[in-house]
Each structure stands twice: as structure tokens, then as C-alpha cells.
């Protein structure tokens, strides 16, 4: 175990640095930008039309822009290339004949994408909030409760974890993870996720929907009813949800990588 956690440490330094010099840095960055940019223009054109703001339209736009579609979507593009960019680059070889075991190549180059997911996350849900809140309530409707900033905070940084963990572990898996991983987002967590029933327990947005708006769920008005047909898990539990989906995917990830042969072609 010392001998796993000392190799994957020495593999989470040296690619850190490399991650920010990718292309797929560069898009993850562009698309944290993407929310910011919608807020702005929300906040614009309330000040334009002189109108305020509800509530409930900044709770929307969390859960059905942020957490929903860029969460997993930058998790996707940043941790999908963690064993599948050096099968690409024809380096997995290399890295096979240094003295370490090989489940520290998967969990050292998860955490040094984790990191800058989480991170990329959190600097575009401060400013959507920030741009958000900084509009004028509308007249009647309830504040923002304190507290609510950092628990939107925590929520994409635990999807940015939890997501990149599952698609870092279908790159070691299968053959074109981001392929995969595109229909695993948008047809099973985007589709199942908000069908009624208890088949929603069986997606990660669920858990975070659960941790994000179980507390103030009047902050998103009829959009709680709606997703919420199946209740929602207390926040506590569905933080340990999480964390067991992360490791039975590391895990099986990790048995996978360590047997699997990787035949490359000449």
C-alpha cells in the first residue's frame, strides 16, 4: 500500500504540470466559460428590462446547466484521456516496465486530473452565483440562505470527483471512452436521471441533485417537484453514496488495468 500510494504521488506531480499544457485543458476552460457567459447575459438583460430576480432561476440554472451538463462534461474531457492518452501516445508500454504497480498509473493520473476539474468547477459556479446573486431579489421572495454558496460549491466539486473517477475508469475499460462516455452522460444520467421513479437512484445526479437542493428546496420552485418524484436521500447519505460509487469504480478499474494486456499495433 505504501509502496501504491508513493508511486501514484510521484505520477500525480509529473502530470499535473503536463494536464495544463493539453488541448483538452483548453476545453474543459472553455466550457466552466460557458456558464459564466450565460449568467452574464441573464444578469444584463434583467438590468435591461429593469426586472428582478427570482430565486428560483438561480437554483435552475445550478442544477440544469452547471451540475446537469458541464460537471460531467468537463469530468469527461479531462479524465477519459487518463489511461487512454498514453495508449494513444504509445507510452503505456513504457510506463509498464518501471518498478511500481500499475494501479498507481490509474490512481495518480486521476488525481492530477481531479484536481484542475475541481478547481476549472468551482471558479465557474462562484462567478455564475456571484453574477446571480448580485442581482436584485425579486420583491417578496425569500434571500438567499447563508450557507447556499458553499453547498453549490461542494456539489460540482464532488460531481467533478465522483465523474471524473467513473470516466477515468472507462477509459481503462474500453476502448473509446469519450464515445461511451458522451452516451453514458446525456442518454443515462441525462435521461434516466430525470425520469419518475426509483431508477434515478441509480444515477450520480441524483446524489447530487439530493445534496444540493434537499436543504433549500424552495429555492427551486416547481423544478423540485419535478425532478424530485422519487424523494430525494438526506444530504449525509448521499455524500457516502458517492464516495462508494468512486470506489467500486477505482477499484474494478484499478483490478482491470493491473491484468488487462495492451496489444499495440505497430
Sequence with gaps: MNELARAAWILFQAHLWRIFRTRRALVAIGLTG???????IVRVALRFHDEELPPEVL???VQLILVQ???PLVALVMASAVVAEEIEDRTITYLFTRPMPRAAILVGRWLAAALPIAVLLCLSALSVVQLL?????AEGTEPWPAGFLARILVTVMLGGVV???LFAALGALV?????IGLGYTFVYEGFLGNLPGSNQRGTVVYYLRSFLLEPHPSLFGELSEE???TPPMQPGPAVVRLALILTVALVLASWRFTRREYVLAA
Design 163 to 165: 465523474y471524473s473517477g
Design 69 to 71: 451538463t458541464i460537471v
Design 227 to 229: 425532478l424530485f418524484q
Design 133 to 137: 446573486r448580485g442581482a436584485t431579489p
Design 59 to 61: 437554483g435552475t440554472f
Design 34 to 40: 460557458l456558464p459564466v457567459v450565460l449568467a452574464a
Design 175 to 179: 476502448k473509446r471512452p469519450m464515445l
